[in-house]
Every structure is written in structure tokens, then in C-alpha cells.
């Protein structure tokens, strides 16, 4: 495997001293596209604000994440804001709330381009024309010089989209980017997304909650419960032979757009409390194949196939190795 | 027999353009007809702005038509506000997205489901008491969490007890608009399989109203697509999601991401969806079809009955 861009060892946080990530060991390699999934507060999205140091002076975080060497905790705020924006950059669910209200979208995305590259007046107005027309959003001329309330929902995220790659980032982070978008402005956003990966050849790790979108966009998919990933897989895989039973509980538990009808397989349960986390594995409370065993020790992944893994004890491991 | 039925039903309001433009006339619904009979499933499916909720809230008296007739067991709604009206409503309830939104922070889960019986005037303290143990029962709600507040409860539990207190009088329709939208997945499923397991027990009509189509296609009987407040399509839904005929169906359909291979080809279309105060001429939906010819902007496609029962409202597509 080529050298990895970030690489994030036994990442820990805290809010109070509740865990929110329990251990998080996760590689994103040059220009790959990975995806990581899970539902409310597995800490997808908290992964990779730990990551920036965004998160609030409340949390404890431990553990390592470099940037090609370059170690990213606690750093300087003089690294951090040469990464942030610069070689990271990130894009989230809301694009309404993150641009601000009272700047015109054009002035926004120049400000990204004096603070990343150095670019001011003709060369930078020259360059936002040029990214608005990248990230397809027509009329560039004239959509340069309105407020983001003037804008659909999907139009202002192309301009989050613009920013974000107004300090040509080698890896884009984007956090549930389609989730408040009606389904034919979803599909073009995802569209967009995919188109610019090629061109750049930047890395992308899409956060998301929906199997399907993540399915389409990434080669490579991590999926999370409670914290820490569950299972680890190319993302072919992960869809048509998921290992872990909770991989499996999701994908039993999400209706079919085609074939016939079935009665859904929900989960019991729910997720459990941080001040409630069960010894062991987390999902033991509400697994069909738990035994005492998995209340013992927290498991470690099984390889189950290549650059297959899952985090259950009562996996088979695969035969060859991975 | 049809329980509900919407007969030419158009809902218009005035928007004003800036602050002293002239008031403009938007219609969120426009001519919408359909019934939903006892015990079935009506899907409303559309993105936001297509008059899918308003269409919810004319169904449930909320609000008048504005053209049109709404009529329900066999009676024409009656104006919002007066005691007919407060009686029908004891038979139409309303589950939306919020379940928080929707509940009364202050009192406890018990309470609240006791209170449609209260104003209803239903049985007398001992037998609300039962009355609410059962619902809360029916709807998987341990009966320790009946003396809980909304905020201690989660997501899809709170969800439950606003089911089991839109269940206290024993309506003969629900109309649920995004129920389950703010849910996680594996909650979602929980509280799914609980609306058709509730509907086959007790024989309620649903008019569910949800932008997701897998959703929609795993509750329904029926389902119709709208676009700007028109029904566009409309049949039965394995065959609608499996070969859809509007151009905007195809679309809708193709854009829903699915782990797995895909069986209908993305189409991606351009453009946002237009502003209902400013409806492009003929088929609304022509400025964004790949198919437009000239007669889509100057006509307004009626819905008409295509092949397998299904009724389209397209000029390209053939009529049965």
C-alpha cells in the first residue's frame, strides 16, 4: 500500500468524561474515496473534528493523527491553519449556516483564496469565476455578487464545495454533504463530488448515515457503532456479504427498492448511553448471536476476506490471508 | 367505499414579492383528486415544495381547499373550528416529523395520551387509566416510561407515544407525514413494522406522506408522485418504482442511492425545482425534462390512465 495521507491511531474522546470515540485506527490513502457510516452519535462526525481541532475545549482527546508524518493533535494553531481549509478541507450537512449570512457568496470564496493561496483582486476574482464554473453553477458572472438566501439549498452547497476547494485540498472531508437535499439535488451534488475527485485527484471521505450514498461514491467503506468501527471493507464487499451482525442488522433493516415486499428486520433496542456502555462489544445487548464471551473483551477485528475485516468474535476468519 | 376522497382539490395562498410587491397567487396543491379506502395505504411521495403536506393538512381539515370538495365517510368536510368538525377530528389524526415539536414538554407520556380521551369525553378515569396502559402497550412503550417526560425518552420512543395518543380515539385514518424521517435506520424499521402491524390489527386507512421513496414503497398500497402540486403519477407501488412512465418519476426514482447494482439508469437533472409562485407554463416539470417538446409548454398534461391501471400525467406517455 502507497504511503498513507492521514493516518489515525487509537483516536479517544471525551465530552465530560463520557466517550464518544472508543479507539479509532483508520488510514486514508492519496486520492481514495472512503466512506464511514453509522447512525447518530457512533462518532463518524467527531472522528475527523478530532482530527481538525474542532471540537469545544470540553473534550479529552487522545490518541494520533498525522498527516504524512506530520502529527495533527494538539498541534500549533499556526499548523492547524495551514491543514485546515489548506490540505484538509471540509464541507457539512447545513451549507446555509455555515456561509455567512451577510457576505456576498463571491467575497466568501475569495477570502478562502487570499488565506490559502495568496490571491487577491483580478487573480482571485478570476480564480472564483472559474470555480464556480467548476463546482456548476451557472452564470458564475452574475451569482458572484448575491447572498447565500438568494440560493436553492443545492446551490449554496456548490459554493461550501467552491471553498472547500479554493485551498486545492489533497483530502476533502464532506459530513452528511446531501443529507438536507431533496433526492434530484442529492444525485447532483453526488455527481459533482465525483466528477471533482477525478479531476483533482484529491482523497474524499464522505460521512453519511445513508448505505446507498456511500455504496455509490466510496471504494472502501468503514462502518461504526458506539464508537469505534465495527467493520472495515471494500465496499462491494460490505454490501453483498456483510460479516458483523450489526453491518448486517442495518442492511436487514433498510427497505428495498426492489423485488418483493418483506417485512423489515429491525434491531431490538437502541444504541447504547455513553455513561451505559455495555463490558465488551457494544452491540452484545442487541445481537442475535451474543454470548457471555462477548461481554469479556472488547473485540478485536477478524480478517474475513481481502481488506476485510470485522470487529466480532463470532466471525469465521477467512482462510487465506488477507 | 372510499373513506377519504379529494375531488379537484387546489389549495392557494397570497405571497407577497418584497415587502410591498403585489400579492401573488401561489397554488401549493392543484388539482388533486384520490381516495384512500378503509384499512389502505395511500403514499404521497415528492421533494420539498411539491404540495405533498399541504395535501396532508387539506385531507385533515386543517385547512380548506380552495377549490375542490374533500369528503370523509361519505360526509363533506366541515369548516375547521366548529363541533362537527372537533368530532370528525377524533376520527383523522395527524403524526408528524418532530415527535418532540409535537409533544407538551411539561406533562408525561401518560398524560398526554390521556388527553385526546379527556377532550373527547371518552369512558370515564378508571377506564382512561386502562385505556392508555393498552395503547402504550400496542405501541411497545414499557409501562415504566408512561410516567416519563418527552426529554427522557429517545428518538423512537417518543415517536411510539405520539402513535399511541393519535391512536386514543380510534381513528379510522391517519395521516402521518414524515413519521419516520428523523429516525435512524434500525429505529426507523422498528417503528415501521409497528404502523403495518397496527394497521392490519385495527384496520386503519394511512395517508403517508414521506420524501423517501423506500419508505413509501414498504408502507403502501397505492402510492402518488407530485411535483409542484400536481399528481404526476400515480399506482401501485412495486410497479411504479420498478418501471415508472413520468419523466419525473424516472428521475426520482433513479436519483435514490441503493447499496447494490442499480436497475434503472441515474438521471441527473438540471436545475432546481422551480418556484411554485412563478409555475413554468404547460407541464410544470418541462424546463427540467429531458423529453419536452412543444406541446409540454403550452398544455397542461391531464392525468390519465396508462398501462397497468396506472394514471400519468404526461404528454409522451401513452394512454391504455
Not at chain 1, 229 to 243: C, D, G, K, N, Q
Not at chain 2, 32 to 53: D, Q, Y
Amino acid at each position: 500500500m502507497t504511503e498513507p495521507l492521514v493516518s489515525i491511531r487509537d483516536l479517544r474522546v471525551a465530552f465530560h468524561g463520557m466517550p464518544a470515540l472508543r479507539g479509532i485506527d483508520l488510514d486514508v490513502a492519496p486520492g481514495e474515496a472512503v466512506g464511514l457510516v453509522g447512525e447518530s452519535g457512533c462518532g463518524k462526525s467527531v472522528t475527523w473534528l478530532a482530527a481538525l481541532g474542532l471540537l469545544p475545549g470540553t473534550a479529552t482527546v487522545g490518541g494520533s493523527v498525522k498527516l504524512q508524518g506530520q502529527e495533527l493533535l494538539h498541534a500549533a494553531p499556526t499548523v492547524l491553519d495551514r491543514v485546515r481549509g489548506g490540505r484538509i478541507a471540509m464541507i457539512f450537512q447545513d451549507p446555509a449556516s455555515a456561509l455567512n449570512p451577510v457576505k456576498k457568496v463571491g467575497v466568501q470564496v475569495a477570502e478562502a483564496l487570499r488565506l490559502h493561496r495568496g490571491l487577491e483582486g483580478a487573480a482571485a476574482e478570476a480564480e472564483v469565476l472559474r470555480l464556480f464554473d467548476q463546482v456548476g453553477i451557472p452564470d458564475a458572472k452574475r451569482r458572484i455578487h448575491i447572498y447565500p438566501h438568494e440560493m436553492s439549498g443545492g446551490q449554496n452547497q456548490r459554493v461550501m464545495i467552491a471553498m472547500a476547494l479554493a485551498g486545492q485540498p489533497e483530502l476533502l472531508v464532506a459530513d452528511e454533504p446531501t443529507t438536507a437535499l431533496d433526492a434530484t439535488i442529492q444525485a447532483q451534488i453526488l455527481d459533482l463530488l465525483r466528477r471533482l475527485q477525478q479531476e483533482t485527484g484529491m482523497a474524499l471521505v464522505l460521512i453519511s448515515h445513508d448505505l446507498g450514498v456511500v455504496a455509490e461514491m466510496c471504494r472502501r467503506v468503514c462502518v461504526m457503532y458506539a464508537g469505534r468501527i465495527v467493520e472495515e471493507s471494500p465496499s462491494e464487499a460490505l454490501f453483498a456479504h456483510p460479516r458483523h451482525p450489526y453491518t448486517q442488522g442495518l442492511l436487514a433493516a433498510l427497505p428495498d427498492m426492489v423485488g418483493p415486499r418483506r417485512r423489515l428486520e429491525a434491531i431490538p433496542g437502541g444504541v447504547p448511553e455513553p455513561w451505559n456502555m455495555p463490558p465488551g462489544c457494544a452491540f452484545a445487548p442487541r445481537c442475535d448471536r451474543a454470548t457471555p464471551e462477548c461481554g469479556a473483551g472488547m473485540p478485536g477485528f477478524v480478517p474475513v476476506g481481502p481488506a476485510h475485516q470485522a470487529a466480532c468474535i463470532h466471525v469465521q476468519p477467512a482462510t487465506v490471508p488477507a | 367505499m372510499s373513506l377519504l376522497s379529494l375531488e379537484g382539490v387546489s389549495r392557494v395562498y397570497a405571497t407577497r414579492r418584497g415587502l410591498f410587491g403585489k400579492p401573488v397567487p401561489v397554488r401549493a396543491v392543484d388539482h388533486v383528486s384520490f381516495s384512500v379506502a378503509p384499512g389502505r395505504t395511500l403514499g404521497i411521495v415528492g421533494e420539498s415544495g411539491c404540495g405533498k403536506s399541504t395535501t396532508g393538512r387539506v385531507a385533515l381539515g386543517i385547512e380548506r381547499p380552495s377549490e375542490g370538495s374533500v369528503t370523509f365517510e361519505g360526509a363533506t368536510m366541515p369548516m375547521p373550528g366548529t363541533p362537527e368538525w372537533r368530532r370528525m377530528r377524533a376520527r383523522l389524526q395527524l403524526v408528524h416529523q418532530d415527535p418532540l415539536g409535537a409533544m407538551d414538554r411539561r406533562l408525561t407520556v401518560a398524560a398526554q395520551v390521556a388527553e385526546p380521551l379527556e377532550i373527547h369525553g371518552i369512558g370515564d378515569k378508571a377506564e382512561r387509566t386502562d385505556r392508555v396502559a393498552a395503547l402504550l402497550r400496542d405501541v411497545g412503550l414499557r409501562a415504566d416510561l408512561a410516567e416519563r417526560h418527552p426529554h427522557e425518552l429517545s428518538g423512537g420512543q417518543r415517536q411510539r407515544a405520539v402513535l399511541a395518543r393519535a391512536l386514543a380515539t380510534d381513528p379510522a385514518l391517519l395521516v402521518a407525514d414524515e413519521p419516520v424521517s428523523a429516525l435512524d435506520v434500525s429505529i426507523q424499521a422498528q417503528v415501521i413494522n409497528m404502523l403495518t402491524d397496527l394497521q392490519e390489527a385495527r384496520g386503519i386507512a394511512m395517508l403517508f406522506i414521506s420524501h423517501d421513496l423506500k419508505v413509501v414503497r414498504q408502507v403502501s398500497h397505492e402510492v402518488a408522485v407530485m411535483y409542484l402540486g400536481r399528481i404526476v403519477e400515480q399506482g401501485d407501488p412495486e410497479a411504479i418504482f420498478a418501471d415508472p412512465l413520468h419523466p419525473y418519476s424516472r428521475a426520482l426514482v433513479s436519483a435514490i442511492p441503493v447499496p447494490g447494482p442499480r436497475r434503472i439508469e441515474r438521471i441527473v437533472l438540471s436545475g432546481d425545482p422551480p418556484n411554485p409562485a412563478d409555475r413554468p407554463s404547460g407541464c410544470a416539470f418541462h424546463p427540467r425534462c429531458p423529453l419536452a417538446v412543444s406541446a409540454c409548454r403550452a398544455e397542461v398534461p391531464e392525468l390519465k390512465a396508462a398501462a397497468d391501471g396506472r394514471q400519468v400525467a404526461c404528454h409522451l406517455v401513452e394512454a391504455a
